[in-house]
């Protein structure tokens, strides 16, 4: 039976029960699409991993190593998710560490479900969750420590495709896993990521590219009454590109364009 998975490089590896990533959440993760053995957004990609792991003191692997993982685990064709996992390794000694330990990496291989991809072209739907997200000044690491996600998306409906996080102030953060950018007329509004939210790819190349798209990133704080009145809601992260909200509580959008222009954008991204 294939492996859907490396450990430090290796299928026949297993992760210590004293790992750091699994005790502490004292690591970083990256999802990514991989197609025919190449990943997608590669540049972005490791240049995310490698900011984050510094930012945490630990030592990123090089993007050979993270490259000859992929070309192991992934097959000539076809459309997979990957997930990368880098810890800063084992320790015996809680929450304290000595320097120079060696880090874990972790590459999982998912499958990549066309058809409901193929599905949400169509326009998805939105709610709202009851969990906070909290401020941090850590909240830009795509860190191992994702509660606050995970209980957001605990309360879904099965028809919700994601769920608004607001802020302790009651402010529009983004979703539990996705980036949120809401149109009104040529401002195109996103939460600023300080304090709250991952600061991820697709919202890096859409930021650099706003003029491309004929509008203006705006970074004001919106309400909950104040995004119903938006022109378009586009979602957007790694795995699926640009989404079009058409539905959110009693309010309802008809398609527009945004989301493909979005899309074409990140498609001609290399």
Same mark, same amino acid.
């Given at each position: *039976? ?19 990533? #699994? ?8 999802? #990514? ?22 930012? *945490? ?35 015996? $000694? ?18 990549? @479900? ?50 608004? *996080?607001?802020?302790? @102030? ?9 980036? #949120? ?34 509008? !203006? *990133?705006?970074?004001?704080? #919106? $309400?909950?009454?104040? &995004? ?32 493909? !222009?979005?899309?074409? &954008?990140?498609?001609?991204? @290399?």
């Amino acid at each position: *039976m294939a492996k859907n998975f490396l450990i430090n490089g290796d299928t026949k590896n297993s992760l210590s029960p004293f790992d750091r990533g #699994l005790a502490f959440g004292d690591g970083i993760f990256r999802t #990514l699409l991989v197609e025919d053995k190449q990943p997608k957004l590669w540049k972005m990609q490791y240049h995310k991993i490698s900011n984050d792991l510094r930012s *945490m003191e630990i030592k990123p692997p090089s993007q050979k190593i993270l490259l000859e993982d992929i070309q192991k685990l992934f097959p000539s064709k076809g459309i997979f998710i990957a997930k990368i996992i880098v810890t800063r390794g084992e320790s015996h $000694t809680g929450y304290d560490f000595k320097k120079g330990i060696k880090p874990t990496r972790v590459l999982l291989k998912i499958d990549f @479900n066309k058809k409901k991809y193929d599905l949400l072209q169509k326009g998805v739907t939105l709610t709202t969750t009851d969990i906070k997200a909290s401020s941090s000044p850590y909240a830009s690491i795509k860190h191992l420590n994702r509660l606050e996600n995970v209980l957001a998306r605990k309360g879904l409906n099965k028809d919700s495709f994601d769920a608004i *996080m607001l802020d302790s @102030n009651g402010n529009v953060c983004d979703c539990a896993r996705s980036s #949120l950018f809401i149109r009104y007329g040529s401002d195109l509004f996103t939460a600023s990521n300080k304090g709250h939210g991952i600061h991820g790819v697709t919202k890096k190349i859409i930021e650099e590219n706003i003029k491309r798209l004929n509008l !203006s *990133m705006n970074y004001s704080p #919106l $309400t909950i009454d104040q &995004l119903k009145k938006a022109d378009e809601i586009i979602v957007s992260n790694s795995i699926f590109g640009a989404l079009q909200v058409i539905r959110f509580k009693n309010k309802k959008w008809n398609k527009g364009a945004l989301a493909n !222009s979005i899309t074409s &954008l990140l498609n001609e991204t @290399n």
